[in-house]
C-alpha cells in the first residue's frame, strides 16, 4: 500500500498550488480520501474530505473557498487545488485514506508561503 504526495514547494501568499496523492496498493475508488495538514510544534488537522465516487465533500472553516478537493478514480488520484495561499497555510500536507476500520497515510509533502 502507497500514498505518494507530490506538488508542493515555495509560493508567494497569494499564489496557487496544486497537491497530488497517488494510490495504489488498495482499493482507491472504495475509499474516502482526506487531505490533512501540520504545521511546525502543530497538531495534525484535517482540511478537506471527498467521498469515494467523488461526490460529496467537505471542507474546514480555515480553507473553505480557497481549497478544492477532487479525486480521478481512474488514476487512482486525489488532488488539492490551493489558492489565495496565505503564510499560516505553511505546513507539511498529506493525503489519507479511510473505510470503516482501515486508514492509510501518505508521507506528506511540505508547503510553505512567503515572500
Known amino acids: 500500500v502507497q500514498l505518494v504526495e507530490s506538488g508542493g514547494g515555495l509560493v508567494q501568499p497569494g499564489g496557487s498550488l496544486r497537491l497530488s496523492c497517488k494510490a495504489s496498493g488498495f482499493a482507491f475508488s472504495s475509499y474516502a480520501m482526506r487531505w490533512y495538514r501540520q504545521a511546525p510544534g502543530k497538531g495534525r488537522e484535517l482540511l478537506t474530505t471527498?467521498?469515494?465516487?467523488?461526490?460529496?465533500?467537505d471542507y474546514k472553516g480555515s480553507v473553505r473557498g480557497r481549497f478544492t478537493i477532487s479525486r480521478d478514480n481512474a488514476k487512482n488520484t486525489v488532488y488539492l487545488q490551493m489558492n489565495s495561499l496565505k503564510p499560516e497555510d505553511t505546513a507539511v500536507y498529506y493525503c489519507?485514506?479511510?473505510?470503516?476500520?482501515?486508514?492509510?497515510w501518505g508521507q506528506g509533502t511540505q508547503v510553505t508561503v512567503s515572500s
Open positions: 471527498i467521498s469515494s465516487t467523488g461526490d460529496l465533500t
Open positions: 489519507n485514506a479511510i473505510r470503516s476500520v482501515s486508514e492509510y
